[in-house]
């Protein structure tokens, strides 16, 4: 298949989320065929509901500095595919992608003629297997690995990692992960392996860090709660400056909760790399030159775009803690989100700081909340006029822009399909 083609045949297996297939027997079906590339690379895995990428791509740009060839896989992408598959900081080729994707596809069609794999895989398996195949190909080092969704059922999964980190956790993916946070945590402390070592992030609600730790003690898992970094102040722009090692540090976020993501991701460079201030210079500048589009990113501008791909409560209160840290006026949100995000609620946190608000669909997107819905939702929370409407997202863009004065500023907020657009 060429890029095209792929990119339709990974598509026609439906909505990433929707068609979405949980466990591990294809998986490890699959993998075990194409040669058991998941085996051949040591590995970070990152579970959590918030800031698993981030942390993702702070660890990666750490190795990255202390010399190591670093594939890093994310999901999901904000605006090609090839984003989800990096080796030190580069883009899988899109002619290499179709090809390792077509040698996947090959692998699942024989197995599948044969009866040897239990049902077709889905899109998220697909890449994942694909990304496996890239990083044994090019001879990585380590592998940095984001989980999809959960943990213990996710394709990720199929690795056995010198470190599993668990980021923040808290409410979201319900229908699949549980209705409590005891439940949820119970699927994310998933990818923690019997005599393995965790990293967790020590802000956790007390009933998540409880299952945490029943799985680490019935494990007899390493286990070492890391605590945020201590946040110093601010740059003129809004970057969040850090305490580490007796220097101050900028962290490219905006958002405080960033501390706690970037103390997870050095302390598992600590663990992977050699002890000495060498290693320390390295862990400062992967840092200030981690690049993670989409997240408090700012863009310049009369006024001034904030882009935030905060969609679940713990996420949309970060972004306000943000912007009363910023402390500029008038904000003007453009809002949009997926049918099964609490709207309402996400848009209760952000009311005090926000002045007036414009709905928009997600375009392309099966799973979008109507402008109608959103409107209606948007009008319960803000008086009527506040509460504009648009029919895409360049259409909310300009009212937005005309609804904000140059000194106010501009947020783009509830999906990350949203901040791709």
Not at 177 to 188: H, S
Not at 266 to 284: C, F, K
């Amino acid at each position: 298949m060429n890029y095209q083609e792929t990119l339709s045949y990974l598509y026609g297996l439906g909505n990433e989320v929707l068609a979405m297939k949980l466990g591990l027997d294809r998986m490890e079906r699959l993998l075990h065929e194409l040669g058991s590339p998941h085996q051949a690379i040591p590995s970070v895995l990152v579970a959590g509901t918030n800031g698993k990428g981030s942390t993702c791509a702070m660890l990666a740009g750490i190795l990255q500095q202390g010399g190591l060839k670093v594939g890093l896989y994310t999901s999901p992408h904000l605006l090609k595919i090839e984003e989800r598959i990096q080796i030190n900081g580069e883009l899988i080729p899109a002619a290499e992608f179709a090809e390792t994707v077509s040698v996947v596809h090959a692998t699942i069609e024989r197995l599948l003629a044969s009866g040897d794999l239990p049902g077709r895989p889905s899109f998220f398996e697909h890449v994942t297997a694909a990304a496996f195949c890239h990083f044994q190909q090019q001879q990585a080092d380590i592998l940095v690995l984001e989980v999809g969704l959960g943990g213990r059922l996710d394709a990720t999964n199929v690795v056995n990692p010198k470190i599993s980190i668990i980021t923040n956790i808290d409410f979201d993916h319900q229908e699949y992960l549980g209705n409590t946070l005891a439940e949820i945590a119970g699927e994310k402390a998933g990818i923690i392996k019997p005599d393995g070592l965790a990293l967790i992030a020590g802000t956790q609600p007390a009933a998540a860090a409880e299952a945490l730790t029943k799985r680490v003690e019935r494990l007899g898992a390493r286990c070492t709660w890391v605590e945020p970094l201590k946040v110093c102040s601010r740059s003129e722009s809004g970057e969040i400056l850090v305490e580490l090692g007796g220097k101050t540090t900028r962290l490219p976020f905006r958002s405080a909760v960033q501390a706690q993501n970037a103390a997870l991701a050095v302390a598992a460079a600590r663990h992977l790399l050699p002890a000495g201030e060498t290693t320390e210079t390295h862990i400062r500048q992967g840092l200030e030159q981690t690049r993670w589009q989409g997240r408090t990113h700012w863009i310049a501008g009369t006024p001034p775009l904030l882009i935030d791909g905060a969609h679940n409560p713990a996420g949309v209160e970060s972004l306000a803690e943000c912007l009363k840290a910023m402390n500029r006026q008038p904000v003007t949100l453009i809002f949009a989100a997926v049918k099964d995000k609490p709207a309402a609620e996400l848009l209760a946190l952000l009311f005090p700081l926000v002045s007036q608000v414009v709905v928009c669909p997600i375009a392309g997107n099966p799973r979008s909340q109507s402008v109608s819905e959103l409107a209606a939702v948007a009008s319960q929370i803000w008086p009527s006029p506040q509460v504009h409407s648009a029919a895409d997202f360049a259409g909310a863009l300009v009212k937005a822009r005309n609804l904000t004065p140059p000194d106010g500023l501009t947020v783009v907020a509830g999906s990350l399909y949203l901040v791709g657009e």
